[in-house]
């Protein structure tokens, strides 16, 4: 059974930093392209970061690029979210998804092509 269990989410202050992370069972992430996606309240779910299983490739949202960091240890089969100069527009559910086939600039936003997610953990920031 695949499970991706998210943690790491919390309500924060604009302008502070949170870490999420996302382990995986039942799969090994080393054979996924992986990706973040968050969904805010009434809002359609939308694509924040993908990385590449190699670990070499990695594409973000325009907004979230310069602030946001996604990055991956296979040993401990799990993937990360650095998320820095948190804005209140950021808040939102965070899940993780991965993909087995490779993704690249063009189709890693595509919520569709990703086998496996988690529940998420709520990211919630204050102004």
């Known amino acids: 059974q695949v499970q991706l269990v998210e943690s790491g989410g919390e309500l924060v202050q604009a302008g502070a930093s949170l870490r999420l992370s996302c382990v995986a069972s039942g799969i090994k992430i080393s054979w996924y392209d992986m990706a973040w996606f968050r969904q805010a309240p009434g809002k359609e779910r939308e694509f924040v970061a993908a990385?590449?299983?190699?670990?070499?490739?990695?594409f973000y949202d325009d907004s979230v690029k310069g602030r946001f960091t996604i990055s991956r240890d296979n040993t401990k089969n799990t993937v990360y979210l650095q998320m820095n100069s948190l804005k209140p527009e950021d808040t939102a559910l965070y899940s993780c998804?991965?993909?087995?086939?490779?993704?690249?600039?063009?189709?890693?936003?595509?919520?569709?092509?990703?086998?496996?997610w988690g529940r998420g953990t709520q990211v919630t920031v204050s102004s």
């Open positions: 990385n590449r299983r190699t670990g070499t490739d990695t």
């Open positions: 998804a991965a993909n087995v086939n490779p993704v690249s600039a063009s189709n890693a936003p595509l919520a569709r092509d990703y086998e496996h």
